[in-house]
């Protein structure tokens, strides 16, 4: 299965409980913090929720 690179580039302080849930599920805990993860519509569906704090590194 494919995988991809996400990057927390923003702060979780200010959003609401859902997204920082989603962060969290994501593996995410620090800003710069780049985690691997497979390529799962489930997986995309998270990262849209969050979009603004997050970035896909190729």
Not at 18 to 27: A, F, M, N, R, W
Not at 41 to 56: A, D, E, F, N
């Amino acid at each position: 299965m494919a995988t991809i690179k996400v990057k927390q580039i923003k702060s979780r302080i200010g959003a609401n409980k859902e997204q920082k849930s989603t962060l969290l599920s994501l593996g995410l805990r620090k800003i710069s913090q780049v985690i691997e993860v497979e390529d799962t519509p489930s997986i995309r569906g998270m990262i849209r929720k969050v979009h603004h704090l997050v970035t896909v590194v190729e």
